[in-house]
């Protein structure tokens, strides 16, 4: 018996090649995808630097009980911030994805920091990526929560950075 493939007439040996060609290249892809979901790491082609902040599950719990925190993973760039004057952060902050997609996609915010003389922040959303209260419901899942995240890390990397007072636009 003769397959059309593409409008070509082929016997059983080519149409089981083609099979055989194309099973092996899905299970390549396969393999390849499970070994980066086990091992969670990639290279970057910028030059970031991983790091965790504690943010507070329930932004708008005024019970007083104690706080329950989980780690959200952000990355940093510091390599064009000005040691000498005052300097700007470009925030990029995450959304319905991992953020390294995002940081593989972004680089004109590396141009710009280059220009501008300023640090770079990718911060992951909540519920995405690395990112993920040990809650089992979705319920702290919105933008309230988000943005309260992106806040208090904001907060955060003025600390660590020692930005004075809020001068340093974000």
């Given at each position: 018996?003769?397959?059309?493939?593409?409008?070509?007439?082929?016997?059983?040996?080519?149409?089981?090649?083609?099979?055989?060609?194309?099973?092996?290249?899905?299970?390549?892809?396969?393999?390849?995808?499970?070994?980066?979901?086990?091992?969670?790491?990639?290279?970057?082609?910028?030059?970031?630097k991983l790091r965790k902040f504690n943010a507070v599950v329930d932004h708008f719990n005024y019970k007083p009980t104690k706080t329950k925190t989980f780690e959200l993973q952000y990355f940093v760039n510091d390599d064009?911030?000005?040691?000498?004057?005052?300097?700007?952060?470009?925030?990029?902050?995450?959304?319905?994805?991992?953020?390294?997609?995002?940081?593989?996609?972004?680089?004109?915010?590396?141009?710009?920091?280059?220009?501008?003389?300023?640090?770079?922040?990718?911060?992951?959303?909540?519920?995405?990526?690395?990112?993920?209260?040990?809650?089992?419901?979705?319920?702290?899942?919105?933008?309230?929560?988000?943005?309260?995240?992106?806040?208090?890390?904001?907060?955060?990397?003025?600390?660590?950075?020692?930005?004075?007072?809020?001068?340093?636009?974000?």
């Amino acid at each position: 018996p003769r397959f059309h493939i593409f409008g070509q007439k082929v016997n059983n040996l080519t149409t089981m090649w083609i099979t055989s060609r194309t099973m092996t290249i899905i299970h390549l892809l396969l393999l390849l995808t499970i070994s980066f979901c086990l091992h969670g790491t990639a290279t970057l082609a910028y030059d970031v630097k991983l790091r965790k902040f504690n943010a507070v599950v329930d932004h708008f719990n005024y019970k007083p009980t104690k706080t329950k925190t989980f780690e959200l993973q952000y990355f940093v760039n510091d390599d064009y911030l000005s040691k000498t004057s005052p300097s700007s952060v470009l925030f990029y902050a995450g959304n319905e994805a991992p953020i390294t997609q995002f940081i593989e996609n972004s680089g004109f915010l590396f141009e710009a920091a280059q220009e501008l003389k300023s640090l770079v922040v990718f911060a992951e959303h909540r519920y995405y990526g690395e990112s993920f209260p040990d809650d089992s419901t979705l319920e702290y899942l919105t933008v309230e929560q988000a943005m309260a995240d992106f806040n208090t890390l904001n907060l955060h990397l003025r600390k660590e950075y020692n930005f004075t007072g809020l001068t340093t636009p974000f």
